[in-house]
């Protein structure tokens, strides 16, 4: 693995995030899409990728073992889950499609959502047969946890799904109370973190959750992983080949055989490494920047002709929506700021959240090393 720099401790400015990585073409504000991973990610995995070239790509694979070992364990920490019970996937669509697999359901079966659900999760719930009842929320649109526990008392679905941070907009769903709420009622609740992993505190003690690399963690594209508690290893309906299960080691749990058979090893050496950079940054630290940049991302754009900020006062994520008010096309003002401007950002249109959203929006999502003089950068080029 790459060297790197030591970690920062918690006074130094966040300018070194932005060091360790290589000159942006222009001014990235997308983290939500896919973060810039640093130098050293990225020669993780090339490194790995040349070893299988000159080594042959099993001896490479068999040579990485102790680093996916370490990074598996410690994006377990993260997750709240033991390491036995993570497998890397390709990407957190491809989590989602494997806990809906393997889990015992039966179609026709419920799963209780919030409104703000992701446009993708509901296809694959109606994709498997599966029924939809929304959870009540609050103004905000964050779940009503009072809500919640009657429905798990009254009519209890045969599980909770919650997107953790909704992609569309800032909005943090209270997932550990959730959880807590959940286990009490003995109805498992599945997290969808792929917005969350590496910005908000993700070990919410939930029954399976699935993420990805490539987002706030910075880490490369093509690979996610998919966590599961242990009380349900020995339930799952887990499919494998004949040489698949002769090849599990002894001592694993029965989530080993969902890593990808046929994979990029050169990605998960690179998301063992952007872990490892976000651990030694310290999650706490990192997760209250991203905090303080939505705020100040916000308050910037806030009173902007034009454009209205569409995240509820107080949310803690980086995540910023902008509501056009003069009838602008979202997806042209995506455009115009990344021809004319060199700014990145997403047009977000209602098949993100089919529930919740009436319109496009514009998605700002700065990381932890972006810039007052960033935002003014963005507030002229809207103007």
Known sequence: ????????????????????????????LDSAAAGRSSRATLAAAAAHAE????????????????????????????????????????????????LLRIW?????????????EWGPNLNAFAARGLAITEISAGGDGAIDLAALEHLLASAPPALVHLTQVTSHRGLVQPVAQAAALCRAAGVPLWVDAAQALGHVDTACGADAVYVTSR??????????????????????????????????PAGTSPVWLLNAGEASIAAWVGLCQAVREFTEAGPPAVWARLAAVGAQAREALTGLPGWAV?????????????????????????????????????????????????????????????TPEDLSQLHAALS
């Not at 009380?231 to 090849?247: E, G, M």
């Open 1 to 28: 693995m790459a060297d790197d720099p030591p970690a920062p401790d918690s006074t130094a400015p966040w300018t070194w995030w932005r060091e360790r990585r290589l000159p942006a073409a222009g001014l990235h």
């Open 310 to 370: 569409a995240d509820a006062p107080g949310t803690r994520s980086a995540i910023v929506a902008l509501r056009p008010t003069q009838d602008q096309d979202v997806t042209q003002t995506r455009a115009r700021l990344l021809s004319e401007h060199r700014i990145v950002t997403t047009a977000c249109h209602p098949v993100r959240a089919p529930r919740e959203m009436t319109g496009s929006l514009l998605r700002i999502s700065p990381h932890v090393d972006t």
């Open 215 to 248: 987002k706030w963690l910075t880490g490369p594209r093509g690979v996610g992983a998919v966590g599961i508690a242990e009380p349900w290893w020995d339930r799952l309906r887990i499919q494998a080949s004949d040489l698949a299960v002769s090849s599990r």
């Open 51 to 98: 070893r299988e070239a000159t080594e042959g790509a099993y001896v490479a694979m068999a040579e990485v073992a102790p680093v996916l070992a370490a990074g598996q364990a410690a994006l377990a920490t993260l997750l709240a889950v033991p390491p036995a019970g993570l497998a890397f996937v390709s990407s957190a669509e491809a989590g989602l499609e494997a």
């Open 104 to 116: 015992p359901l039966a179609q026709g079966d419920t799963v209780a959502v919030a409104r703000c």
